[in-house]
Structure formats: structure tokens, C-alpha cells
């Protein structure tokens, strides 16, 4: 019973953010929008993702130095602020923490401004493993 008490307090001083294990076809869907963003198909993008973050929202890695957050793994360092890292340039004008729950319009804003700046090789899996055989990425339920 004691261990249980620090658990629950824990639970609701830091509440679940909701949180989303995609499956490639729902991804496919809600990505469909960005296909030849950027120059970039559909598949490369949902191959690039899954090497990333597994489609998880909840994927946080930490890299070099900075934290990479959520679906698109978006580093601290440029892209959003936290406070791991104030001196962040923020480029896309949000919370690190907006990465890592179920709606993932603001990802994609965020994703498409790193399309602008950096291409779609900011996310070295896809070099090295989106851009051959991506057939394997399409989904048949689109």
C-alpha cells in the first residue's frame, strides 16, 4: 500500500500525455496531404518515420547534446524550445513537449519548415534507408 500511494500522487501531479502508436496505414492517411512536399513522396516520408520513431508520439531520443522529440524526432537545439536547452533558435515556434502528444498537425507544420530549410536528409534514415524498394512503405488501404 505505501508504494501505491507515491504512484497515484505521481499520476496526478503529472497527468498522461495522450499518446499515439501509429500504424503505418493510419500514418499514410494523415500524411497524405505532404506527399511530394518538398519533392518528396509519401513512402519516403512514412519509411523515414518509422526508422525515426517507430510511428510513436512518444519517442524521445537524445542526441549529441540535444533532445530529439515525438513522431519527426525534432531537435531542441533549432527547431523548438525546451527548457533542457533555452538558447534554442525555436524556428518553429513551439513547446517540444506539443511533439509528444496524439495530434500531430503541429508536427507536421514544424516537419515541413525543417522540408523548407533542411530537405528531407535531416532525418539521416532516410539517406541511408528510404530510398530504394519503397514499395514496402505504400499502404493498399489509401
Known sequence: MRSFVP???????????????????????LL???????GVALPEFICTMFHTSG?????IVE????TEYGLF????KLWCKSSQVPQSRNICDISCDK????????DIMCAKKILDIKGIDYWLAHK???TEKLEQWLCEKL
Do not use: H, M, R, W
Not at 32 to 38: A, V
Not at 55 to 59: G, K, L
Not at 99 to 106: A, G, Q, R, S, Y
Open 73 to 76: 524526432q525534432i531537435s531542441n
Open 128 to 130: 541511408a534507408l528510404c
Open 55 to 59: 510511428y510513436d508520439t512518444q519517442a
Open 32 to 38: 497524405k496531404d505532404i506527399d511530394g512536399y518538398g
Open 99 to 106: 511533439f509528444l502528444d496524439d495530434d500531430i498537425t503541429d
Open 63 to 66: 542526441n549529441n547534446g540535444s
Open 7 to 29: 504512484l497515484f500522487l505521481v499520476g496526478i501531479l503529472f497527468p498522461a500525455i495522450p499518446a499515439k502508436q501509429f500504424t503505418k496505414c493510419e500514418l499514410s492517411q
